[in-house]
């Protein structure tokens, strides 16, 4: 029976996602098998490389991801057993079979979960263990295109190149043009800048959970092609959640976040006087930003994410 390989990526930066690849390689092993390795001892075009045949020939690969924004909230330990029965619930879900669990490290963070008699934990197993190599491979390919994707919404900070980690650039960017919402507000030296308080985030759950939304349809826009040009543009009567850009086309899509569909989902808060307030922040965005924006069609929308796995339900355009 096969072995499912664990590693994580984006333990320590200031900004960005933490990232849980898994893993399970082919019984009769490729050539390219033997290429595999510590992520961090490749360059990034062999990186690249390898991560895309993995992701077309391993039988099952999954990516656990834990936004910033949960991580302050939950911190590192919890958000790495989240992230990591996230990446293997993606692997679970291709029904391919493994007999073993092998984690990058110490720590078992299955131990909370039905598969914790199955794992095995290994110091550098991301170097010893190809299916860990693989892990930690695809983790940190994700990881970095996430963080070029971020560099561009969140100009100054050079997170194409720094992947969020403190360096002299981005602290100098963090003094100038003040924190983003990649960062982690819970990691020194941004903790003390904001005034973080764990206590504090518990406490405005709403306004956590609806952050966690907006990073769900965020990647899924992400995923249609679309390009993120704002986040949570605000007018004195409305906000507007993400603003975006496909094809000669503007989108300002309200995000809505349920637990469940008991309630109608969340679709069924956007009214007509939604719409025109919607409409009304859409055209601001528009009048202030008519250079960038002017000549576009704009298109309201709407996505419904639910679930503790704020899994992106529906987006639709508002007619």
Not at 174 to 190: A, C, D, Q, W, Y
Not at 223 to 245: C, M, P, Q, W
Request: include cysteine; hydrophobic fraction near 40%.
């Amino acid at each position: 029976m096969a072995i499912l390989g664990i590693d994580e990526v984006g333990r320590g930066p200031l900004a960005g996602p933490l990232v849980i690849g898994a893993v399970i390689l082919p019984d009769e092993k490729p050539e390219w098998v033997s290429e595999l390795r510590d992520s961090k001892k490749l360059t990034p075009k062999k990186r690249e490389k390898l991560s895309e045949i993995i992701l077309a020939e391993a039988p099952a690969t999954g990516l656990g991801w834990v936004s910033p924004a949960e991580l302050d909230d939950l911190g590192m330990t919890e958000a790495l057993r989240v992230a990591t029965s996230r990446a293997v619930k993606s692997v679970q879900s291709l029904h391919v079979p493994f007999s073993q669990i092998i984690i990058d490290g110490k720590i078992n963070f299955l131990g909370h979960t039905p598969l914790a008699k199955f794992v095995s934990t290994m110091v550098k197993a991301d170097d010893l263990i190809k299916e860990v190599s693989a892990a930690s491979i695809i983790a940190k390919v994700a990881r970095d295109n996430y963080m070029k994707e971020a560099g561009e919404r969140f100009p100054g900070y050079g997170f194409e190149k720094n992947a969020g980690y403190g360096t002299a650039l981005h602290m100098e960017a963090v003094s100038k043009l003040g924190v983003t919402p990649e960062h982690r507000k819970s990691f020194e030296p941004i903790k003390s800048m904001v005034g973080f308080s764990r206590g504090e985030v518990a406490r405005k759950n709403t306004s956590f959970t609806g952050a966690l939304g907006e990073e769900a349809v965020v990647k899924y826009l992400l995923g249609l092609g679309h390009e993120i040009v704002a986040r949570n543009f605000k007018t004195y009567f409305y906000e507007i959640d993400i603003v975006s850009v496909l094809g000669g086309e503007i989108y300002f899509t309200e995000v809505k976040y349920r637990k469940n569909s008991s309630r109608g989902g969340g679709l069924a808060a956007i009214d007509s006087k939604k719409r025109s307030q919607m409409k009304y922040a859409a055209e601001c965005f528009l009048k202030y930003h008519a250079r960038e924006f002017g000549l576009m069609q704009p298109l309201l929308a709407a996505a419904a994410v639910e679930g503790e796995d704020f899994e992106v339900k529906d987006w639709l355009i508002i007619r």
